[in-house]
């Protein structure tokens, strides 16, 4: 469910996506749009724009916050 997957993200912390963010390893990122807060999830990270479903920005990718931890080597 949609709004399961929000509630579990309630809490996540998110920092923005650098180079170095990677999500092959896993299902999809997490990602949240800068503008409106929306939470979302890509299947990958190779695009360089991509529109917030919420609010209908064009948001580049380094813009956008993803979830802190797991896709970074840091
Ligand atoms: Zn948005």
């Known amino acids: 469910m949609f709004l399961n997957f929000i509630q579990d ?15 092959k390893r896993y299902s999809g990122a997490v990602l949240k749009c800068p503008e409106c807060h929306t939470i979302t999830r890509t299947g990958h990270l190779s695009w360089t724009v991509k529109r917030c479903q919420n609010c ?19």
């Open 9 to 23: 993200h309630k809490m996540t912390e998110f920092v923005p996506i650098t180079r170095y963010s990677r999500c």
């Open 56 to 74: 209908e920005r064009h948001i580049n990718k380094f813009d956008w916050l993803i979830e802190k931890g797991k896709y970074s080597k840091t």
